[in-house]
């Protein structure tokens, strides 16, 4: 999933380059320098996402441990679970790499068939060390890859010498290098229409690039022009090669050629991306403290002596104060009567308090984390969990004959022995509810912990349950 991210950030980062090459740089005739900005702005695009800009914020209530579905408990009895705020469905993440790979697999294998037609086409035609190669067959007059010229035989000559000049201008500028590379681009963004703008705007710009080599040779507008409209019928078969005969680029083609040529100062217009790339860093940086739970790297120090503590943060003002509870260790037994044995009910319950004052000692943490390289998993998965704390839950008659009802948020640590600890309220309503809510946590069977470095270790986590009267 984590290459999925990756992969939406550089599609967003190519939409915020696109964005400015369409507005600020398109219709310059600085063909080098616009060919330089395209291929920059997608190297650009897959480099930026790795960089992560701090951002200074408050402290999030939901900063505090991963977020579980909310439970709503009725007063006539009726439940239901509100998934507002659980974690990423295995499933549904499964599906969307499932479909994402197909997507690379597919165009990966049409970038494999285009590269074999060429290599077909060459073997098959090819006479000497002649780097024109004459077919028959494709609607195309020509076209340039692979440090080949193709001229489509059923051309003049004169008609030929001209295209031929043409393609000349494409291999000289090793423009096949860069559809090569744009289309393996799109095999990993194929989901983005922003590269197929990008990949259509470049092969824009070599044809610019292309007649500009052919007017400096010599050829006057008005024939070149003529050229171009005598083959606009025809098309390319082959995606990755240059075609002389693009029908979509006629017009434009047309237009470039004949437009004044841009001054010097156009290329301060670069300067826009600047406060692009620092709006999109920040951008994405904040979803990402916000939205993405392994960004998160707070983590809770707690002291040896303490068995709840809750961490400082920075109150929203919709959230009461935490409701710290703290628990002292039992006080020792009694010592015997001397003389009296005890009975075999006060060495029991001797026993208990013993093995609990044991537990509470071996449950003292000294971190507490958000987050974890593997989280804690509940028995059955998160839908058992759920299902419950669901079950278990009742609304308290005491809060009912009151027409008591509102959201009690609680926080849990799920603890390296697996247990379940330190529950406290986060935002209390009533005591008759929040106790029935601590109640049901508390009573949660034993988790599979949660690991970091391969050492099991104490995780935060966080549930909203509301009380609802209707």
């Not at 929203?316 to 009910?345: D, W, Y």
Request: with cysteine.
């Amino acid at each position: 999933m984590n290459t999925l991210i990756y992969m939406v950030k550089a599609a967003l980062y190519l939409a915020g380059f696109y964005l400015v090459f369409f507005i600020f740089l398109a219709n310059d005739t600085k063909y080098g320098r616009n060919r330089a900005f395209i291929i920059l702005s997608v190297i650009s695009s897959f480099i930026l996402p790795l960089i992560t800009v701090n951002i200074k914020e408050q402290s999030s209530i939901f900063y505090l441990g991963k977020t579980l579905s909310e439970v709503i408990v009725t007063a006539n009895g009726n439940r239901n679970l509100h998934f507002f705020a659980s974690g990423n469905n295995p499933g549904n993440s499964f599906i969307l790499i499932k479909i994402y790979l197909t997507g690379v697999i597919v165009f990966s294998l049409k970038l494999f068939i285009d590269i074999i037609n060429l290599f077909l086409l060459i073997i098959k035609n090819k006479i000497n060390k002649n780097r024109i190669i004459y077919f028959n067959g494709f609607n195309t007059s020509g076209f340039s890859a692979m440090g080949y010229i193709f001229i489509n035989r059923c051309l003049g000559v004169a008609e030929a010498e001209e295209i031929i000049r043409h393609e000349q201008n494409h291999l000289e500028s090793n423009h096949f290098m860069d559809i090569f590379f744009i289309e393996v681009v799109m095999i990993f963004q194929w989901f983005n229409p922003i590269i197929y703008l990008f990949n259509r705007s470049l092969r824009a710009i070599h044809e610019y690039q292309a007649d500009q080599g052919c007017l400096k040779s010599g050829m006057t507008v008005i024939s070149y022009q003529n050229l171009l409209l005598n083959n606009v019928f025809r098309s390319k078969k082959i995606s990755i090669s240059n075609s002389f005969s693009n029908p979509s680029l006629i017009k434009k083609r047309m237009i470039m050629m004949s437009k004044e040529p841009s001054g010097n100062f156009s290329s301060l217009k670069l300067l826009v991306v600047i406060p692009v790339i620092i709006l999109f860093l920040s951008a994405i940086s904040a979803c990402e403290k916000s939205l993405i739970a392994d960004k998160i790297t707070n983590e809770i120090t707690l002291p040896e002596k303490t068995v709840t503590q809750s961490m400082e943060i920075n109150q929203a003002p919709v959230f009461n104060k935490p409701q710290i509870k703290e628990v002292v260790p039992p006080p020792p037994p009694p010592p015997p009567v001397p003389g009296q044995g005890r009975t075999t009910s006060e060495k029991k319950v001797a026993e208990n308090i013993q093995n609990k004052a044991s537990t509470l000692n071996a449950e003292v943490p000294g971190q507490i984390f958000v987050v974890v390289e593997e989280m804690p998993t509940y028995p059955g998965g998160d839908k058992a969990l759920m299902e419950f704390i669901n079950s278990n839950i009742k609304y308290p008659e005491e809060a009912k004959n009151k027409l008591i009802q509102g959201r009690v948020i609680l926080r849990f640590a799920v603890m390296a022995s697996g247990k379940v600890g330190n529950v406290s309220v986060l935002k209390s309503v009533d005591p008759s509810l929040d106790e029935e809510a601590t109640r049901v946590i508390e009573a949660l069977p034993e988790w599979k912990p949660g690991r970091q470095g391969g050492k099991p270790v104490n995780v935060w986590y966080s549930v909203p349950v509301t009380f609802q009267l209707k």
